[in-house]
């Protein structure tokens, strides 16, 4: 038995981390944009992700990390070139609404996550079912 995961398989992993980010990522906005503290779910829904996210990445990089090609990790330099200057300039326009120092670790460590998943993640998405 073949422990190389479908096509399909690929890229259900891969849009499962990507919801995982896009919930984190709008917890911490709600959080960093609003006077009053998260709820208490909310912060248990935030650790969780967090941990389910540095899994994902694992997993994801133990599987998926030789798949890396010189063209997916152009591909992926060139959405960093405009990701994160459109992430800057939202910040810069938002500044007087944030809350930074609820806003700047959170974004840190999901940025993190950002540079060092978008590659496997690419390579995950894009590999083609190898031969048995």
Known sequence: MSASLSRSGARALVLVGL?????????LLYASTHPGALPRWGGMVDVALAFLL???LAAL?????????PMVLLASNQVFAFLF?????????????????ILLPG??????????????????WSEERRER
């Open 85 to 101: 200057p459109l992430v800057f300039v939202g910040l810069w326009f938002s500044a007087d609404r944030l809350t930074w120092n």
């Open 54 to 56: 540095v899994g994902w």
């Open 61 to 69: 990089h133990v599987k998926y990390r030789p798949a890396i090609s």
């Open 107 to 124: 974004l840190a460590w999901r940025s993190f996550v950002v540079v060092q998943g978008l590659p496997v993640a690419m390579a995950a």
């Open 19 to 27: 919801l995982m980010l896009v919930v984190s990522v709008g917890l």
